[in-house]
């Protein structure tokens, strides 16, 4: 696998495979998912089996032309147990997904991963989770995951640092004091940083309204990136899209659930934006104008940035429909993602 500049942690969910195949070619290679799996709790082990391999089979074929992972860090004990029936070492064959497994996992679905790794001898990705402070325990539980892999076999490093939002002002010392440990465990072939930046909406979230947040994530991993760290020019972007990073926890509603309403998001160079949409044709004017707030910030860059753009105009225009959650989570994160992998290029220029 070729190292990629920017790693988006996305929900195997339809409207983030859409998202990923709108993306322009020349932001798609650059672009190298970490696809997530959601909990699905209590749900019988047949309907389990068939979910599971509908939603792999469907990100296995949007991720066709570039490479990625595919993770299921949320599975307990009974869900790994029919994962591993489902994702045998065949079935990575012939597809462009690495799998992932990471410490503190069922047991399952560690011998899952690495079972396929071994299979297929060209990669195992290893997830470990920094919520909060580091604890130097994790390091012999990594340890012992590399320890199982075959001499040669690479090994790509995910440091995740899950909710990074203004009340985690030192999240940035504590993956660097992650990395420094875990660095020395093996030679990585690629090494990754994530965090997810996306705020929930406020209690007050109001149409008409509009939300700003900062993006206190994007200036972890520039906090980051000037630490003098040796390791650093191996270091790789990820974050968790236009999501906030608990979403790819939750177990998708059921058809047809979820609010009345949505969001429209938009990602600029210092801030998060988000604006109240309703949910319905009856609220058109509504919904043109939440495009149209976007629109009009200093900071929209236009209908040529990419589709994400081009759909708020003809929103505005009434040339495409008011779209439902599908639809705005699916163009937030078309603007998102080739924003980011646009000024990660830059600044690699």
């Not at 705020?199 to 900062?214: H, N, Q, T």
Request: overall charge neutral; aromatic content about 8%.
């Amino acid at each position: 696998m070729s190292v990629p500049l920017y790693i988006p942690v996305l929900p195997t969910r339809p409207h983030a495979a859409a998202a990923y195949r709108t993306l322009a070619p020349d932001v798609q290679r650059q672009v190298a998912p970490l696809w997530t799996l959601p909990p699905r709790p209590g749900m019988l082990p047949k309907p389990l089996a068939e979910r599971i391999a509908k939603e792999a089979g469907d990100t296995a074929t949007a991720q066709r032309l570039g490479a990625g992972w595919l993770d299921a860090p949320f599975a307990d004990e009974d869900e790994a147990a029919v994962l591993a029936d489902v994702l045998t070492p065949d079935w990575w064959d012939h597809r462009n997904l690495r799998p992932v497994t990471g410490p503190g996992r069922p047991d399952a679905q560690q011998s899952l991963a690495l079972a396929a790794a071994r299979h297929r001898e060209d990669g195992l990705g290893i997830r470990v989770r920094l919520p909060a402070d580091w604890n130097d325990r994790t390091t012999s539980d990594v340890a012992a995951l590399l320890g199982r892999l075959p001499t040669g076999c690479p090994a790509d490093l995910f440091l995740d640092l899950a909710t990074v939002l203004p009340d985690r002002p030192d999240a940035a010392k504590e993956a660097l004091r992650a990395l420094d440990t875990l660095i020395q465990l093996t030679s990585w072939h690629t090494m990754t940083v994530v965090a997810g930046g996306f705020p929930e909406p406020p209690d007050d979230f109001r149409e008409g309204v509009p939300y700003e947040a900062p993006r206190t994530d994007w200036e972890t991993w520039h906090e980051i990136r000037h630490s003098e760290r040796p390791y650093l020019p191996r270091l790789r972007y990820g974050d968790y899209g236009i999501h906030p990073a608990t979403y790819v926890s939750q177990t998708p509603p059921a058809r047809g659930g979820g609010p009345p309403w949505g969001i429209l998001r938009y990602t600029t160079s210092r801030s998060y934006h988000l604006s109240k949409v309703p949910h319905g044709k009856q609220y058109d004017d509504a919904n043109r104008q939440a495009a149209r707030r976007l629109t009009s910030l200093a900071d929209f860059r236009g209908v040529d940035a990419g589709a994400g753009e081009r759909w708020l105009r003809d929103r505005i225009a009434g040339s495409v429909s008011t779209g439902n959650h599908s639809t705005w989570n699916r163009v937030g994160n078309v603007q998102h993602v080739t924003f980011v992998t646009n000024a990660l290029r830059r600044n690699a220029g």
